[in-house]
Nanobody
Framework: QVQLVESGGGLVQAGGSLRLSCAAS????????MAWFRQAPGKERELVAF???????TYADSVKARFTISRDNAKTTASLQMNNLKPEDSAVYYC????????????WGQGTQVTVSS
């Protein structure tokens, strides 16, 4: 079992930056792939960034070169650095985890709101 708690959301002007953090419980954090999803009102949830247990990263096209996902296995945390934020980045951001080698994210945080004003 893994419990995830996000923090770091808030209100920022367009062009600004925010850093989201995801604190994970459990001693086997290094065996989990981690991801950040987001969901805006009236839209489907979308995958924003992914980092594997080995550190391989992928990003949605809409955030490439602006967002950076990272992990610290010693601190059992995953982070999402978001730069040059745009109003269309406004959404609830969720941290998610899946055991390496599996396809489904079984563990989710409660979400943190990010609002970007124009």
């Amino acid at each position: 079992q893994v419990q995830l708690v996000e923090s770091g959301g808030g209100l920022v002007q367009a062009g600004g930056s925010l850093r989201l953090s995801c604190a994970a419980s459990g001693r086997t954090f290094s065996r989990y792939d981690m991801a950040w999803f987001r969901q805006a009102p009236g839209k489907e949830r979308e995958l924003v960034a992914f980092i594997s247990s080995f550190g391989t990263t992928t990003y949605a096209d809409s955030v490439k070169a602006r967002f950076t996902i990272s992990r610290d296995n010693a601190k059992t945390t995953a982070s999402l650095q978001m730069n040059n934020l745009k109003p269309e980045d406004s959404a609830v951001y969720y941290c998610a985890a899946r055991e390496m080698g599996t396809r489904h994210y079984n563990y989710w945080g409660q979400g943190t709101q990010v609002t970007v004003s124009s």
